[in-house]
């Protein structure tokens, strides 16, 4: 595991998410009631970033087809997809803010980012 400053997800007020490069992965760093959580910022079903999502709660929701994710663990809450995200472990020292991310990226999709469905 690599620890990646993210220092500027400080900014982020409760509600908030941003996405952040951490190595081989894009991260998405969400704030909620004062808590900062990270997942990979791409969905498992269409493989579309999640950024440019809603964040509600604990839950986000894909822009493209609506697939809700925990971004407490990374479990799917809803279809179409039918698997969770990565999630990742954010470290807050109090003066500085890192996430834990593999050295290398896992090959997760053997299909190959097709859109899945039941």
């Known amino acids: 595991m690599i620890r990646v400053p993210v220092d500027k997800a400080r900014q982020l007020e409760d509600g908030q998410m941003a996405p952040f490069p951490c190595g081989e992965f894009q991260v998405l760093i969400c704030r909620v009631h004062g808590k900062l959580y990270a997942v990979e910022n791409l969905c498992s079903h269409a493989k579309t970033p999640l950024d440019g999502g809603k964040l509600e709660e604990y839950r986000v929701t894909c822009p493209l087809h609506g697939a809700k994710f925990d971004v407490r663990d990374g479990c799917h809450q809803s279809p179409p997809a039918f698997t969770g995200i990565i999630s990742f472990e954010v470290e807050d020292s109090g003066d500085a803010i890192s996430v834990l ?14 859109i899945r469905t039941r």
């Not at 991310?101 to 097709?114: N, R």
């Open 101 to 114: 991310v593999p050295e290398k990226k896992p090959v997760v999709d053997p299909l190959g980012g097709l």
